[in-house]
Nanobody
Framework: QVQLVESGGGLVQPGGSLRLSCAASGSIFSVYHMGWYRQAPVKQRELVGT???????YYADSVKGRFTISRDNAKNMVYLQMNSLKPEDTAVYYC???????????????WGQGTQVTVSS
């Protein structure tokens, strides 16, 4: 199977920065997309940004210009650099990967356990 493990969350003051990391491990044949979602209290989970294997990126309007996604394809890792953080960025951030397992034909959608990001003074 596959495990996605996030790290790097925590408490930061408004205007500060954090870098989240996510490592995918297991019997992975190929990775299509890796990215990040977030869910704030009493809100639905929303897409923050995603990065395809070809290098195309997508960012939610609310984070454009502040957040940057990058990948290390050799290590099956994805990162989220978050700058100029605002209180409204407070949420649990989830790593997401669309990938194909060894021996399978169809891709599956996988999630990490989430890491808390709190932006507060």
């Amino acid at each position: 199977q596959v495990q996605l493990v996030e790290s790097g969350g925590g408490l930061v003051q408004p205007g500060g920065s954090l870098r989240l990391s996510c490592a995918a491990s297991g019997s992975i044949f190929s990775v299509y997309h890796m990215g990040w979602y977030r869910q704030a209290p009493v809100k639905q989970r929303e897409l923050v940004g995603t990065l395809t294997s070809s290098g195309s990126t997508y960012y939610a309007d609310s984070v454009k210009g502040r957040f940057t996604i990058s990948r290390d394809n050799a290590k099956n890792m994805v990162y989220l650099q978050m700058n100029s953080l605002k209180p409204e960025d407070t949420a649990v951030y989830y790593c997401n990967a669309v990938l194909v397992l060894t021996g399978r034909r169809e891709p599956g959608n996988y999630w990490g356990q989430g890491t808390q990001v709190t932006v507060s003074s």
